[in-house]
């Protein structure tokens, strides 16, 4: 599968941005689909997974600011972001696993999207 995200840019400190991960060669159906985000010298942090079933799981640090969606039909996965503080800024990338326990893991999946930027200030 190959992943295209897009929807990045700069928003001021409590705007929002809503990101987008387009699928194609597979149906996103089948996958794990998880939004990382990484900034310089630090490690690729989990932010929000949405599993086959369409179960989400949010890092502790985005809860209740942070939504995972996904449209099947769209072959697109969603990440929207409210409330955005300067700590989210950073390199954001979509990803996809068949199936992994833990879905906020970087090291579990396997297909990686090129990223885009987002900046908060």
């Known amino acids: 599968v190959q992943l295209v995200e897009s929807g990045g840019g700069s928003v001021q400190l409590g705007g929002s941005l809503t990101l987008s991960c387009v699928a194609s060669g597979d149906t996103i159906g089948r996958y794990c689909m998880g939004w990382f985000r990484q900034i310089p010298d630090r490690e690729r942090e989990g932010v929000a997974a949405?599993?086959?079933?369409?179960?989400?799981t949010y890092a502790d640090s985005v809860k209740g600011r942070f939504t995972i969606s996904k449209d099947n039909a769209k072959n697109t996965v969603y990440l929207q972001m409210s409330s955005l503080k300067l700590e989210d800024t950073g390199m954001y990338y979509c990803?996809?696993?068949?199936?992994?326990?833990?879905?906020?893991?970087?090291?579990?999946?396997?297909?990686w999207g090129q990223g885009t930027q987002v900046t908060v200030s």
């Open positions: 990803a996809a696993v068949w199936w992994t326990t833990d879905t906020l893991r970087s090291e579990n999946y396997k297909w």
């Open positions: 949405i599993d086959s079933d369409g179960v989400s």
